[in-house]
């Protein structure tokens, strides 16, 4: 397992999605706008990374942790707001990554996303 973030794949990552939450928005977005906007995806999400190796994890689920949002979160004319993805990120890794005790209750969500994930697996291998 390796515990060191490949940043320019994350790079990518953040361009992607920069690409999507813009792409409504104009028939041709400048490429500073939407350099810009990655590089602050990219900001957030790598200020993570030393946290999740530290957890002895592999820090490139960060990378895969936005593929999954602009597969299941991020839409088209959400532009520039930040807002959404620090907080849908923090979420993302807490799962990954657990960082705290949960209660009973608050943990028996786990068990539906379980449920979640196993179906969305089951989903990509059939």
């Not at 790079?11 to 792409?23: F, N």
């Not at 839409?75 to 520039?80: A, F, S, V």
């Not at 849908?88 to 068990?111: H, M, N, Q, W, Y």
Request: proline share 5%; glycine share 8%; charged share 25%.
């Amino acid at each position: 397992m390796t515990l060191r973030l490949d940043e320019p794949e994350l790079r990518d990552a953040c361009l992607d999605l920069a690409r999507v939450v813009l792409a409504a928005g104009q028939p041709q977005v400048s490429n500073d706008i939407l350099e810009t906007l990655a590089d602050r995806f990219y900001r957030e999400v790598v200020d993570f990374a030393p946290g999740i190796a530290r957890a002895g994890r592999d820090p490139n689920l960060l990378t895969r942790a936005v593929y999954y949002l602009i597969d299941a979160h991020a839409l088209p004319l959400m532009g520039t707001d930040m807002e959404w993805f620090r907080q849908t990120l923090v979420c993302l890794v807490e799962l990954a990554v657990p960082g705290i005790a949960l209660s009973d209750k608050g943990g028996a969500f786990l068990r539906d996303v379980q449920l979640g994930v196993e179906q969305s697996l089951g989903d990509l291998e059939g």
